[in-house]
């Protein structure tokens, strides 16, 4: 049975107008579009005053890591979002050895809250996702830090010509299973210990097959542009590889006066024949792991002992201080450089315990919400805030997820949305049982709600393009991100004037308000705002022309 949507005012993706009509869907295709469709024993959407627009495509997001368990993907779903772009920031749960299961084991599962499972191959992950069933399509990117620590593991040094040929082979086995590309983070480890050389190494290879490097720079904050954006653009260049800003932000409050030289930089990239664009999110708040921001890679070789031990503890402490000012004061005015590092560091501690908000954390689940300096008095209130941080982070496991106040809406975040070369991704994630930021619930709704409603930053006609056919066309997905006939019948409808996010930084995990339908290849996913169960999901592959 065929499904038809009636008098719906169509936003095609294109940026275009709108046009009220109606939507004949027969299988996964948009068949026909125009008006007064007769259509006998369709099953029928009565879409009168409401928006009819492609699916949403979410360039940036992290679900790969629990999609497993958490295949309904209803964070997302119940956005409009039909499409996860996946394997972010250089973490993934393939391609794996047993190199990079230890790193997974001691590392990122800890920090991330990722699968215990983990595959050899790209393709061998796809099939497990396939043979599951999931509601939602996933495009996956190679990601790097896995491509590492198969050939290196953990060793902190630069790969030798055969590692490198290795890491090619490795890369090039994921374009081949249908990767659009490859991701780094190259704040996280081994991103952070692998040279420009090395990626560019890398990207050679996507670049044959036409595909894409995305990048979480190596800055994001006072040298966004010196040492983040310029690395990427060197990269893009000397491999000849179109590429990807993740999360594109002015990451602190040194930055946003950078905002206007960031988007400059782009466009005079983009002139000069570069392929660049960037994703972005709608909140002021970053989000990360407590652990990745305060820990050295050698304190999860033994977790609990090295956050116990008097001595190592000590050492710790040093280096939390190395990691924060290296983090946040390496573009501060020189005149704070110059105070004297006893006081450097208290000025710091203050600022963590007042800045620093608790979003979620493994076990005692009252604290989520709460600023850090109050979380530690709440818990360890006998213990110094030092000494009780790092018992917080050893009796959590690592598992805590907090936000900071990074960027700015007023002074950057809206200048770098308003620019054509710039879509959404949530960086957000799927999860059990625990809090998120609300980035993973609500980046889509914010944005038609808050930054096209009441702001009217952008047009309703421009905000559907940067959610639909602008990535889709980033991505080369010829049937989506469009309402036409023909196409994929990935579709959302909503009511423009209900929609609205309700994820706060306390409860993350609220649906949003008036989305009504979602379609993702041509069966409906989401009925009058609730869930059907439907599983129609598929894995995009890209296409190369290799």
Request: glycine share 8%; net charge positive; charged share 25%.
């Amino acid at each position: 049975m065929g499904l038809l949507i009636r008098n719906g005012l169509i936003l095609d993706g294109t940026g275009s107008q709108g046009f009220i009509s109606d939507i004949l869907i027969e299988g996964d295709k948009v068949v026909q579009i125009k008006q007064n469709i007769d259509a006998a024993g369709t099953e029928i959407i009565d879409a009168s005053n409401k928006v009819v627009a492609p699916g949403f495509i979410d360039m940036h997001h992290h679900g790969d890591l629990s999609i497993m368990e958490l295949n309904k993907a209803e964070a997302s779903i119940m956005q409009g979002v039909t499409t996860l772009v996946v394997g972010m920031c250089g973490l993934g749960l393939a391609p794996a050895n047993e190199k990079v299961r230890d790193y997974y084991h001691n590392f990122v599962k800890n920090i991330f809250g990722s699968s215990d499972i983990l595959y050899d191959t790209i393709q061998e992950y796809m099939d497990a996702i396939v043979k599951k069933g999931v509601s939602i399509n996933l495009a996956f990117f190679v990601p790097h830090g896995n491509v590492r620590f198969l050939v290196l593991g953990s060793e902190r040094r630069p790969a030798n010509e055969r590692e490198i040929e290795e890491m090619k082979k490795s890369v090039e086995e994921g374009m081949e299973a249908g990767a659009f590309g490859l991701t780094t983070g190259l704040i996280y480890p081994p991103g952070s210990i692998t040279s420009t050389e090395e990626i560019i190494e890398l990207c050679k290879i996507v670049a044959q097959y036409n595909g894409i490097y995305d990048s979480h720079m190596r800055n994001e904050g006072g040298d966004v542009i010196e040492i983040g954006m310029r690395e990427l653009i060197k990269i893009a260049r000397e491999a000849k590889v179109q590429a990807q800003i993740s999360h594109w932000k002015a990451g602190s409050s040194f930055a946003w006066k950078l905002t206007s030289d960031m988007i400059n930089l782009v466009k005079e990239a983009r002139e000069h024949g570069l392929k660049i664009y960037a994703d972005l999110y709608p909140y002021e708040e970053s989000s990360t792991s407590l652990s990745y921001v305060l820990l050295q890679p050698w304190v999860y070789d033994n977790f609990k002992e090295n956050l116990t031990d008097l001595e190592k503890r000590k050492k710790i402490i040093n280096e939390i201080f190395n990691l924060i000012s290296a983090n946040f004061l390496s573009s501060a005015p020189k005149a704070i450089k110059l105070i004297p590092k006893v006081i450097l560091r208290k000025f710091l501690l203050r600022f963590f315990k007042k800045s620093v908000r608790i979003i979620s954390v493994t076990r005692i689940h009252k604290i989520e919400g709460e600023f850090l300096g109050r979380a530690i008095k709440i818990l360890y209130p006998k213990r110094k805030f030092i000494d009780g941080l790092l018992d917080f982070v050893r009796d959590e496991e690592g598992g805590i997820m907090v936000s900071m106040r990074m960027m700015s809406e007023a002074k950057s975040i809206n200048s770098l949305f308003k620019q054509d070369f710039v879509c959404v991704g949530s960086d957000g994630f799927l999860v059990k049982d625990v809090n998120t930021h609300p980035r993973s619930y609500g980046t889509f709704p914010k944005i038609l709600s808050k930054y096209v409603r009441e702001k009217n930053i952008v047009s309703l006609e421009k905000a559907i393009k940067k959610m639909t056919s602008l990535p889709a066309t980033i991505l080369g997905l010829s049937d989506r991100g469009e309402i036409k006939e023909n196409n994929k019948a990935d579709i959302v409808i909503f009511n423009f004037e209900k929609i609205k996010d309700k994820s706060t930084y306390k409860n993350g995990r609220q649906f949003p308000e008036g989305i009504d339908y979602v379609i993702v290849n041509g069966k409906i996913t989401v009925r009058k705002g609730i869930h059907t169960g439907a599983l129609n999901g598929q894995i995009l592959k890209h296409k190369s022309d290799k």
